[in-house]
């Protein structure tokens, strides 16, 4: 298939291909460190997840439309603050949900995935209810919609590499909270034993409740960010769900590490398999392979070393 | 035209025939007196037991408010009830007031087969309005030809269907891909194109037919892709496109989907407003540029029949109405004004066959015209189609389209075509 | 079987159960109801097979399938299977290019029957394919996953994974399966039609007495010593598993036994409804009938059915009269019952109705969840680790 073209065409091609794996790669890291959180340290099966995320390019949405509005001058300038409101709210969410429902239920990690379903029901009709069925399109500053050419074929999307960096950032803030934090070590604390972190001094309930809104943020980040990339709609947090569970589980669910290499595997597979097959059966076969290495390996690619 | 309850009374205990014409007559009496135009009696007009009385008509709209299709589908609830309500205004149906039952199938198509036997058999509606996907129409067809209902369906569609008790108010395939191929091969000298699409039947049908089509040009398909519905990355495929350099890019992208791919590809540095590569779809109608963004689909072409922007008496006077009705920030896409079409067509097909019964209606909707339709002059085709012409949009950044061609004859519904399958 | 024996297995209390439930289904139901309405219930009957699957998965046996919607699909295609080569027979699909064959694959060009539609011909192999083919697939995850040890969260997102995977192989080969728009268009089963009144009827009837039969066999699986085995392994799998006994085979039975009942339900739900789609098949409606069965109580199979029959009757009488309000009332329902009433239905009848009975509950309840009688510490695989929840 590749005698037809000329060598710099498929250099070419290749570093696109390589460059379009990587933006996956970040969409993928975003979209899971957040469950990662959750579900990872916390145990919680939290469905509702990519629910939180939209809530964030609603956010986006709301906040492009008031700068357009009030502070047009500035519009270059919202995406930043969208974003970090989009923190802030989802956390909120989060804190409440995880007061109002969550802790009720750690003990029942499976009627957790019941409940958060029942809540992403109702989230998804709030937004209906508020924003209309209709997917909203959310107006982005011009300078993030371009691209960068690097030469006549190689174009580098300036939206991509916003979330490569923004990727970046948000892993490295976790990492720096989770293990180099006094609050990381009480999280860590809680989920390898939470009687002993309770006995030596922890308030294990409030350990709870931020990770847990901490990591409804970051969703929020997630889907302020994606609002450059995909769509913005009462049912759009659905079509995130199961890849998100499964890039987490995949990397061993208790690995902020295994995450991160998990989002890299799957993502240049699919994004390899993606050129050489039709879409859809990329799709398949990446699913099929990730679920296949699961069986064999059910623990995921990195597992915490625990006494059980 | 009102009737004292008493009268109604009368006319349900009445047992003898007389008694029946004797009231029947002062109703007509009645009507006269009242100044409208006497309603033929119910007897006459409906002999099959339908929700039909004096002064009344029932009819069915089937759309899904809740789930993933209510995106697209709420705009044809809303030009259905504009339509219906225009009707009544009018002086309603052989002098009867038109009265909805709305029903939601929920984006779930056991779901539209179950309302649809609700709506036949518990209310007896005279006719239904409803249905968005090709999944939700097979699901109620065999309902409505089992039990004699009459169906006018608005969305463009991959054609292989011909039901007695359908009206189809969209395209079927060939009418927006033929003389939209044959546009884009005319006007931008197109040799190469890459087909693209959703994984289902709509986009997968109709990229046969372009496919065929081309082929018969003695062009060329550099390429044929198809991705899950709901999928969100999209720049493999994208650069697969780049990599092929085709003259048009045939994107039969749908729902969320669209967003997503739209943006990438401008993210990507293809540029919709520059000579190469063109962009054709037949998907994107105003109501998904909405959630696209209109500065990210600028430049691409769109083959439809109806396009907001559309410069007649006719579509200034509906876009005014559906404004004034539902908000002045809405916009109307290809599907929304065939749902309004819906009503209008079966108005016509009861006014001509002087009756409710479902069989003179089918019989009678053959050769019905509509000179009022927003996108024109239609005629009902003996396929249950409609003639229309097929229309090529520039996407502005504002989100409208530019009409910038129209077929000059209207463009033959073909259902089964010969040669494309 | 001796008579004790099958008093032991149909105690007294259960004998009432089954009555009641037999009583409402074959008498109160049809009586009360038009057909139409009646045909709606038989349309809900079928999820509660489904629904009476999981109480013995994931009530009995703790494992939570978020997949059971691929065996309904399973068993309702190869159901659709037959009844569409009937419906394509040469004289009605005579306009098509290729006649005798279904009119979707005419669309995509095929010119012949893949293989695997030819068996279908055959209504014996039909019958016994419903039960096999899902029964097989759910042997080859099961084995997969519980000779592993794989269970709890992983097990319900794998699940959900598979049910993803099968939603977009079928659609994407939609020359072989129908595509989005599913197998539809079903009219005859041997020639009889299966649209009439009296076919809904018998179909109707049939479903039931099909569902007793499930019923019946849960009841025996719960009352028989495999039953008592699933709930101790639900419990403490570790010392099951030191007590000699291998694990995994029981939870491969009965994943095997669910999937099983649910292609029952799925090839009643093609003939009562009269076609089938990949919208069954997915991820929403295996989490619904996992709804149905928590609604009902998960321990309990009456409870399913009754859960089932209620959930559905809800929705279809406020999607009639207040269609935007129906998610929150379902959100609120999944929410509802597992925060307050994680027993369900059953357990609001055991707890609330029948008080004077606690006695003999708790003695039955007790080994269901004993977080809640709190004896001492918590134990550490009690907490919050989905890693030691899934993999001991």
Known sequence: MFADYTTTELVSIFAMQGFAGLILFSVFVLMALGLAIIFGQMGVINMAHGEFMILGAYITYIISNLFSSYLPGLFDLYFFLAMIVAFFATAALGALVEWGMIRHLYRRPLDTLLATWGLSLILQQIYRSVFGAREVGVSLPDWLMGSVPLSDMIEIPINGLFVMGLTIIISVSIYLLMFRSRWGSQVRAVVQNRPMAAAVGINTEKTDRRTFALGCGIAGIAGSAFTMIGSTGPTAGQLYIVDTFLVVVFGGAQSLVGTIASAFTISQSQSTMEFFLSGSMAKVLTLLVVVGILMLRPQGLFALKMRH | MHISP????????????????????????????????????????????????????????????????????????????????????????????IEYIQEDGASDWPTFAEKSRKLLVNDKVAAVFGCWTSASRKAVLPVFEQYNGMLYYPTFYEGLEQSPNVIYTGQEATQQIIAGIDWVVKEKGAKKFFLLGSDYIWPRTSNKIARKHIEKLGLKVVGEEYYPLGHTQFNSVINKIKLKKPDVIYAIVVGGSNVAFYKQLKAAGIDMTKEKPVLLTISVTEDEIRGIGGENIDGAYAAMKYFQSLDNPNNAEFVKNFKAMWGDDIVIGDVTQAAYLGPWLWKAAVEKAGSFDIDKIKEASPGIELTTAPEGYVRVHENHHLWSKTRIGLAKKDGQYQVIYETEELMEPDPFPEGYQ | MSRVEIRSYFPKSDLVNFAVLACLILIVLPLSMDIFRLNLVGKYLTYAFVALGLVLCWGYGGILSLGQG?????????????????????????????????????????????????????????????????????????????????????????????????????????????????????????????????????????NAILLFACLFFAQWVRKSKLGRILLAMREREDRVRFSGYDVSNFKIFVFCLGAAFSAIGGAMFTLQVGFMSPSFVGIVPSIEMVIFCAVGGRMSIFGAIYGTLLVNWAKTTFSESFPELWLFAMGALFIGVVMAFPGGLAGLYTDKVLPFCKKFIQKTRSGKKPQQIKVGPPKNDELASPDLAAVK
Not at chain 2, 12 to 27: D, E, G, M, N, Y
Not at chain 2, 54 to 82: R, Y
Not at chain 3, 72 to 79: P, Q
């Open chain 3, 70 to 206: 691929i065996f309904f699909g399973l068993g309702g295609y190869c159901m659709a299977m037959f009844l569409k080569l009937e419906a394509s027979d040469p004289e009605s699909t005579k306009i098509q290019s290729t006649p005798g064959i279904p009119d979707f694959m005419d669309w995509n060009q095929l010119t012949e029957l893949p293989w695997f539609w030819e068996p279908f011909y055959s209504l014996p192999f039909t019958i016994i394919a419903v039960l096999i083919v899902p029964t097989i697939f759910a042997y080859i995850i099961g084995v997969a996953m519980f000779k592993r040890r794989v269970g709890g969260v992983y097990f319900a997102i794998i699940t959900q994974a598979v049910a993803s995977i099968l939603t977009i192989l079928i659609i994407g080969q939609q020359g072989y399966t129908g595509g989005v728009n599913g197998i539809t268009d079903l009219r005859t089963l041997l020639g009889w039609d299966i649209r009439t009144d009296s076919a809904k009827y018998f179909l109707y009837y049939l």
């Open chain 2, 6 to 97: 008493t009268i109604k009374k009368t006319l349900r205990v009445s047992k003898t025939c007389f008694l029946r014409k004797l009231v029947i007559a002062s109703i007509a009496v009645l009507g006269y007196h009242h100044g409208a135009l006497a309603a033929p009696s119910t007897a006459e007009v409906n002999t099959t037991g339908l929700a039909v009385t004096d002064d009344t008509v029932k009819v069915g709209i089937l759309h899904s408010v809740t789930g993933t299709m209510a995106i697209s589908e709420t705009g044809s609830v809303q030009a259905e009830k504009l339509a219906i309500k225009q009707i009544n205004e009018m002086g309603g149906v052989l002098g009867r007031k």
